[in-house]
């Protein structure tokens, strides 16, 4: 028998626990035949009227020094004191699983190398994609491939203020309003709408295809705050959409170029479809081609099946660290930031003329506002794009395309 314990009791903690007590059986099966029992769920607040009351502490020493613990989900958030906690326990011989993209993508090479020296697991499965498996295929299904791209929208609060306002017309301050009436979105929505919660996820991804710790720090991240309906309205007249990309390209030198963008995506792409909070991840690998991975990136059930996942797989290779493992890099191994080139989405009061003095070729797109010139550049390195747009009198918008 495998005995578990759950450190925090919120919205993915308390689904871990009804997945664990609803699905027993199944998770015995998958587990080799071995019963799965939750021992201690770690928690500050009181749980009197909680059916398993006497499962839950307040003291986390209660699982760390007991001795028939051998695998405990970290669903707390945040980094701290998550991080002690998660290190202790690896120090201490015990298998750790999470959701906490934060605590992943800041300390996850000192983490996997504890657990690789205490020949036990750190895993990850639900901090990525929630619900979706992203982070098992790309280290075992994809894994005779070398991975040249990763894009995805990795946050599901930013695609659905984005499809508020491309379906239904609202502005981005009323669509945020009704995502967080929806619970959609945070009091405090920052994470979300300024990219960084999307620039950790593909912080973990990169560092996983790359084998070498990508720091999200490293990644220009810029979020939708400045998307506006006008920009919407745009794009549908390119017959395309606008969605928040997580972006990372690997070259054969082993550096990798990432962004996290607002992008203008053409319709005929997988991932302009991709609705509500609902998240998506492309891969391409160079022998498999693209792959899509689609499905809930939040939720209580959703993630928390992702992460009792990794309880199973823990459990079933209790005798043994997996090669889930990027190593710290002696060396910068983020590219240049032109070695890429996007064309730009460009709103200007400048004339047309005036743009193409500028900009040379260029492809105009017909006015949605009066006294503006609408246009998509040729494919520009950033500080080509930079330079050329300071030559302007006014930008309104400045917005990548996806190739």
Not at 122 to 137: M, N
Not at 211 to 227: L, P, Q, R, S
Not at 294 to 314: E, F, H, W
């Amino acid at each position: 028998m495998a005995k578990v314990a759950i450190m925090g009791y919120g919205t993915v903690g308390s689904g871990v626990y009804d997945i664990i007590k609803n699905n027993a059986d199944r998770l015995s099966r998958n587990a080799n035949g071995e019963e799965i029992e939750l021992k201690h769920i770690l928690d500050i607040r009181d749980f009197d009227d909680h059916p398993e009351k006497e499962l839950f502490t307040k003291e986390f020493n209660d699982i760390l020094n007991d001795g028939e613990v051998s695998v405990v989900a970290e669903v707390m958030g945040g980094l701290h004191p998550a991080y002690e906690f998660t290190k202790s326990l690896l120090e201490a011989g015990k298998s750790v699983v999470t959701s906490n993209k934060e605590l992943v993508a800041t300390y996850g090479t000192e983490l996997l190398e504890i657990a690789r020296g205490k020949n036990v697991n750190y895993l990850f499965e639900a901090s990525v994609g929630g619900g979706i498996p992203i982070i098992r295929p790309m280290h075992q299904c994809l894994t005779a491939n070398n991975i040249l791209k990763i894009a995805g929208i990795l946050n599901g609060t930013t695609n659905y203020i984005l499809n508020q306002m491309i379906k239904n017309g609202k502005p981005f301050e009323t669509a945020l309003k009704d995502a967080q009436n929806k619970g959609f979105a945070e009091r405090n929505p920052a994470a979300d709408i300024e990219g960084h919660d999307a620039c950790r996820k593909i912080a973990i991804l990169a560092s996983l295809a790359s084998g070498k710790m990508v720091d999200y720090n490293d990644i220009d991240t810029e979020g939708i705050t400045a998307v506006t309906l006008d920009d919407v309205k745009y794009a549908d007249e390119m017959d395309a959409v606008v969605k928040l990309i997580g972006y990372a390209e690997f070259d054969k030198d082993g550096k990798v170029y990432s962004i996290v963008s607002p992008m203008v995506i053409k319709k005929d792409s997988p991932l302009s479809g991709v609705d509500g909070v609902m998240n998506a991840i492309m891969v391409t690998g160079d022998c498999v081609g693209d792959v899509m991975f689609y499905g809930a990136g939040a939720g209580k059930l959703p993630t928390a099946s992702a992460v009792v996942a990794d309880i199973v797989d823990a459990v079933k290779h209790s005798e043994r660290s997996k090669k889930i493992f990027w190593e710290k890099p002696s060396e910068n191994i983020m590219a240049d930031r032109d070695s890429k080139k996007f064309s730009y989405f460009v709103r200007t009061t400048d004339s047309a003329e005036n743009v193409q003095k500028i900009f040379g070729k260029c492809e105009f797109v017909d006015n949605i506002v009066d006294n503006e010139s609408a246009f998509v550049t040729s494919p520009l390195t950033r500080s080509e794009a930079e330079e050329k747009l300071e030559k302007l009198s006014d930008v309104v918008t400045n917005i990548r395309v996806m190739a």
